[in-house]
């Protein structure tokens, strides 16, 4: 079995301060994992994969995920936020097809 | 670059409607998802296909069908619309067991 948990349903930062978005996982297997990104009224856009190899994955837009087997964490962050940023993110455990989504984070970003 | 439509942005039928949505990619990906999306809940896998004519339920399979005659399509059914099947609905894609990608979604609204 596996599962994700969002550790924040909502984040408000002001624009140019960092972002923190909080995720823990159990998977039985050494899964890979996933953060997404939703803009309004949008499908889900990739942002960045972890599959084993290196611990600290960066992705598009600035945004980066440290994999921390010891913590069951894989937490996402940028170090300065834009407004573009404002979106939902969803952390997401894969083991073979099957992925299991997070309940999402809201990122609202304050001018 | 992948690229997955939906047959709809916007959709609303009526209680006991039969209703079709369509999901088509182009990169000639053997996986294809159906889930739906709800505030709080993330997203829950309907069914997916690994193959032509073949599919599995998921973690929410009742009340819906899939068909998939065409390796390109996957068409998810909902054979009596209820209200609670009232939500955003994405359509994904995948070559392997790894990164899926997502089309833009049809909010279907059942009265």
């Known amino acids: 079995a596996q599962s994700v948990t969002q550790l924040d349903s909502h984040v408000s930062v002001s624009e140019g301060t960092p972002v923190l978005l909080r995720c823990n996982y159990s998977s039985s297997y050494s899964p890979s994992l996933f953060w997404y990104v939703q803009h309004p009224n949008k499908g889900l856009q990739l942002l960045l994969k972890y599959t084993s190899a290196a611990t600290l994955v960066k992705g598009i837009n600035g945004f980066e995920a440290e994999f921390k087997k010891s913590e069951t964490s894989f937490h996402l962050t940028k170090p300065s936020a834009h407004m573009s940023d404002a979106a939902e993110y969803f952390c997401?455990?894969?083991?073979?097809?099957?992925?299991?989504f997070g309940a999402g984070t809201t990122v609202t970003v304050r001018a | 670059d992948v690229k997955v439509t939906q047959s709809s942005r916007y959709l609303v039928k009526r209680t006991g409607e039969k209703v079709f949505l369509e999901c088509v990619q182009d990169m000639d990906h053997e996986n294809m998802f159906w889930y739906r999306q709800d505030p709080g809940l993330g997203l829950r896998l309907i069914y997916f296909s690994y193959d032509v004519k073949m599919k599995e339920k998921g973690d929410i399979p009742e009340g819906y069908s899939v068909s998939r005659e065409k390796k390109e399509r996957f068409s998810l059914i909902l054979e009596s619309a209820s209200t609670n099947q009232t939500s955003m609905y994405l359509c994904?894609?995948?070559?392997?067991?790894?990164?899926?990608?997502f089309g833009p979604g049809t909010r279907l609204t059942v009265l």
């Open positions: 997401v455990v894969s083991n073979d097809y099957k992925l299991s």
């Open positions: 994904a894609s995948s070559l392997n067991a790894d990164t899926q990608y």
